[in-house]
């Protein structure tokens, strides 16, 4: 009958290779489903190795990997890619869709100085024990709220903020000063041109079908016709203005970085 477990072997806990024996004459001329797992709850790693199969019913070199948890992780990672907190999104990255192509990113090596010595010198003077965390939420609410998220709180024009001081100072100052540096693929500024003459840019929240849907640094999401767009670009820019070093002085900077790192927030 259907869904009935005919046999079972349980693979060998070392390296040495282990016969197994099955008699399946009662189940000849019945159809049949061969199923591999390690059975291993362990967080450590885990291989099988299965070298041929006799009677030749089958051929190990057809044998291929159950997909049905990578699908529904892509599912997931697509759907999640902007309200997941920062460390599921990182956990879930690689099973995203590939990113639209884009050229490289180009700086001069002018900006690259001022802003890696931008970037070293609130560093340098960083200390979260200084940091007011109240006036840094404040400065969220200001500065970032109305495109990020955290606790529930804020808008969704780019991802989702819970979790991300985990990432540490050094990743923060990055993103924070320098926000085209280590910008997701998947975040890239698309421009579209229609045919018409007129233009969306934002962000490729999905393409599905023949609708392509981009999200603008308002928030509103323009769903386009692939058959009304005459040209397509995208470029490795964040939506994110590169100006906060400007409109954050060291010591704003200092009490929003300090809000934003887990251990400050914690001693709130």
Known sequence: ????????????????????????????????????????????????????????????????????????????ADLLKISAPADLRDQLRPFLPPAPPAPPRVISETDRKRLDELIASRLATFDPAKADVDRGARLFQTHCSGCHQIGGEGGLVGPQLDGIGNRGADRL????????????????????????????????????????????????????????????????????????GEALNEEAFRDLLGWLMPTSRQNR
């Not at 885990?46 to 070298?51: E, P, R, S, Y």
């Not at 910008?183 to 079908?209: C, M, N, P, W």
């Not at 609708?211 to 820019?237: A, C, F, M, N, Y």
């Open 173 to 244: 100052a990055e993103d924070i000063l320098d926000p085209n540096r280590n910008i997701d693929a998947h975040f890239y500024l698309t421009t579209v041109t229609l045919k018409d003459g007129a233009s969306a840019s934002g962000y490729l929240q999905a393409e599905r079908g023949e609708v392509v849907e981009l999200i603008d640094p308002t928030g509103q999401i323009h769903r386009i016709s692939k058959s009304r767009i005459e040209t397509r670009e995208t470029i490795p820019v964040s939506l994110m203005p590169a100006t906060f």
């Open 1 to 76: 009958k259907t869904g009935e477990e005919m046999q079972r072997a349980y693979p060998p806990r070392n390296d040495v290779c282990q016969k197994v024996t099955w008699k399946l004459a009662a189940h000849a001329s019945r159809d049949v489903r061969l199923e591999i797992v390690d059975g291993d709850k362990g967080g450590s790693y885990a291989w099988l190795g299965v070298t041929r199969i006799e009677p030749a019913v089958v051929s190990v070199d057809d044998f291929k990997p159950d997909d049905s948890s990578g699908q529904s992780l892509s599912f997931l």
